[in-house]
C-alpha cells in the first residue's frame, strides 16, 4: 500500500505497506459548530457556500450530495501533502484491516512508471493475481474495459469498493500487457493474508531474507524465519528490501530491535512543537553481520530499520541504489462519521540526527540493477540479479 514520486498502491487494500509509516490510530470528533467557526474562517466558509449553491442553481445532473461533502474532505487533505488523506468510511475500513496484514483484493501491488504506465511491481504468493498467472513487469492495460493511467482510480477498479457487488468472491476482468501481447484475465477477489518475509539458505553459511512489506506481524514473521536457519548454521544475514515501500512503523522498529543492544536508540520522532519521541530496542538477539539491499523504492519503514542499523554501527553494508528518502510520519484518526484521515504529524530522525526526507540513504556499495528504473525486481532472473550477487559476495568476504 506508496505519496511516492513513483507512487505504489496495493490493489488488494489501501496503499499502506508502500506509502506511510503507520504510528497509531487516534479517535476525534468535530462537531460542526466547532468546526465552521475554529478550523474555517468566514471567506473560507463562503467559498464552500457559494460553490454547493452554484451546484445547486446551476449543475445540470442530479448528484449524490454525500458524496459532494467526501470530495471536499479528500479535497482538504490532498492540499497538503502527497501523505495526507481523508478516508470514506468504506476505505477506512479496509485500510485499517489491510495494516493487519488481511484484506478483500487481488494480490496485486502496482506502481506508477515516467512513462505514466500501471506496472505491477509485486504479485503477492497465494494471490488471485498470482493464480491467475500476473508477473511482476506485467502493465495493467484495462479493467472491466475501461483504461487508467490513473493509479488509484486503477487500483481502486481491480480491488474494489468492498461493497457486496465488488467484495469477496466477485470477479473482475483485466487486461494485461506482457512482451507485446495482451493478456485478459479473470481474477476473483478474496481474503489475503499477506506474508510479508520469505527466507533460505545459500552458501556458506549465509542466510537470505526478502521482506516486501512491514505489516503488524513482520517483526514477528522474520524471528521466526531466522530463528529456523539458525539451526542451519547462519553466520552473516543479507536483508533484501528492494521494492518495499514501508507500512507499519512499529513493526520496523521491532525489527531493528532484533539486532541492537537493549536500550539502543532505533528512531525517534520531532513533531511542530519539537516534542521528541524515541523508540528504544528492547533486547537483541541477532548477533550475525548483517548486509542490507535497497534501491529507490524502498522507502518510509524500511528506511527506518535501515537508520537503526546504520545509526548504531550495526549494519555491514547496504548495497544497490539510493532509497527513496521519506522521512516523515503520519498518524491515523478515526472519526465519529466512521471515517478516517492520515496527516502528517512529523519527522523522524536515525540515531544519529540524520532526517532523510527528500534525501534517501546512499549505498555504501552503489550496484545499478541493469534493468530500467521501474523495473520490478521480482521480474529480475535470480542469474541476472547482480545487486543481489555483490550483496553475497560482500557477505561471504566477512571474516
Same mark, same amino acid.
Given at each position: 500500500?506508496?505519496?511516492? !514520486?513513483?507512487? @505504489? ?6 496503499a499502506?505497506?508502500?506509502?506511510f /509509516?503507520?504510528?497509531s490510530?487516534?479517535? &476525534?470528533?468535530?462537531?460542526l ?7 474555517l474562517?468566514?471567506?473560507?466558509s ?5 460553490v454547493?449553491?452554484c ?15 467526501q470530495g471536499?474532505?479528500k ?10 488523506s481523508?478516508y470514506t468510511p468504506a476505505?477506512?475500513e479496509?485500510f485499517i ?6 484484506y478483500?483484493? /487481488?494480490?496485486?501491488?502496482l ?5 505514466d504506465?500501471?506496472?505491477?511491481? @509485486?504479485?503477492?504468493?497465494d494471490s +488471485?493475481?498470482?493464480?491467475? !498467472?500476473v508477473k ?5 492495460v ?7 493511467d ?5 487500483a481502486?477498479a481491480l ?6 457487488? @465488488? *467484495?469477496?468472491g466477485?470477479?473482475?476482468q ?6 507485446g ?5 479473470t481474477?476473483?477477489?478474496r481474503?489475503? =493474508?499477506?506474508?510479508? /518475509? ?9 542466510a537470505y531474507?526478502? &521482506? ?20 542451519? *548454521? ?20 521491532g525489527l531493528?530491535?532484533l539486532f541492537?543492544?537493549?536500550?539502543e536508540?532505533?528512531?525517534y ?14 533486547? =537483541?538477539?541477532?548477533?550475525? +553481520? ?13 528506511? /527506518?530499520?535501515?537508520g537503526?542499523?546504520r545509526?548504531n554501527?550495526?549494519? =555491514?553494508?547496504l548495497? !544497490? ?6 522521512g516523515?510520519? @503520519?498518524?491515523v484518526? $478515526?472519526?465519529r ?19 532523510? =526526507? ?11 540493477? *541493469? ?5 520490478p525486481?521480482? $521480474? ?5 540479479d ?12 566477512i571474516?
Amino acid at each position: 500500500m506508496e505519496k511516492f !514520486g513513483k507512487k @505504489q498502491l496495493l490493489v488488494c487494500a489501501l496503499a499502506v505497506v508502500i506509502t506511510f /509509516v503507520l504510528s497509531s490510530v487516534f479517535y &476525534i470528533g468535530l462537531g460542526l459548530t466547532y468546526f465552521k467557526n475554529t478550523i474555517l474562517g468566514d471567506a473560507d466558509s463562503r467559498v464552500l457556500t457559494e460553490v454547493k449553491r452554484c451546484i445547486d442553481a446551476l449543475y445540470l445532473e442530479e448528484y449524490d450530495e454525500a458524496a459532494l461533502y467526501q470530495g471536499a474532505a479528500k479535497g482538504m487533505t490532498e492540499a497538503l501533502d502527497a501523505y495526507s488523506s481523508y478516508y470514506t468510511p468504506a476505505e477506512f475500513e479496509n485500510f485499517i484491516t489491510a495494516a493487519r496484514g488481511a484484506y478483500v483484493g /487481488v494480490g496485486l501491488v502496482l506502481t506508477k512508471t515516467k512513462d505514466d504506465e500501471l506496472l505491477v511491481l @509485486q504479485v503477492y504468493e497465494d494471490s +488471485p493475481g498470482e493464480e491467475a !498467472g500476473v508477473k511482476a513487469g506485467d502493465v495493467l492495460v484495462s479493467v472491466e474495459g475501461e483504461r487508467y493511467d490513473d493509479l488509484d482510480e486503477g487500483a481502486s477498479a481491480l480491488r474494489g469498493d468492498g461493497s457486496q457487488a @465488488q *467484495g469477496e468472491g466477485s470477479t473482475v476482468q483485466a487486461v494485461f500487457l506482457r512482451e507485446g501481447k495482451e493478456r485478459k484475465v479473470t481474477l476473483t477477489r478474496r481474503e489475503i =493474508h499477506l506474508k510479508t /518475509v520469505s527466507a533460505r539458505m545459500e552458501e556458506n553459511g549465509v542466510a537470505y531474507f526478502k &521482506i516486501i512489506a512491514f505489516d503488524e506481524d513482520t517483526d514477528a514473521e522474520f524471528k521466526a524465519a531466522y530463528e529456523e536457519l539458525k539451526k542451519k *548454521g547462519i553466520t552473516k544475514l543479507v536483508l533484501d528490501l528492494r521494492d518495499n515501500g514501508g507500512g507499519d512503523y512499529y513493526s520496523a522498529c521491532g525489527l531493528a530491535g532484533l539486532f541492537l543492544k537493549e536500550g539502543e536508540t532505533v528512531v525517534y520522532r520531532k513533531d511542530k512543537t519539537e516534542s521528541c519521541v524515541y523508540e528504544y530496542a528492547k533486547g =537483541h538477539c541477532i548477533d550475525e +553481520p548483517v548486509v542490507v539491499l535497497a534501491n529507490g523504492n524502498s522507502a518510509s519503514a524500511s528506511e /527506518v530499520f535501515i537508520g537503526a542499523l546504520r545509526g548504531n554501527d550495526r549494519l =555491514h553494508a547496504l548495497v !544497490g541504489t539510493k532509497t527513496f528518502g521519506k522521512g516523515i510520519t @503520519q498518524d491515523v484518526f $478515526a472519526l465519529r462519521s466512521g471515517g478516517g484521515m492520515s496527516i502528517t504529524v512529523s519527522k523522524y530522525y536515525t540515531p544519529d540526527d540524520q532526517c532523510i =526526507h527528500g534525501i534517501g540513504f546512499t549505498p555504501d556499495t552503489v550496484v545499478e540493477s *541493469g534493468f530500467e528504473e521501474d523495473y520490478p525486481v521480482e $521480474a529480475i532472473e535470480r542469474e541476472k540479479d547482480v545487486q543481489l550477487d555483490k550483496a553475497l559476495e560482500i557477505a561471504n568476504g566477512i571474516e
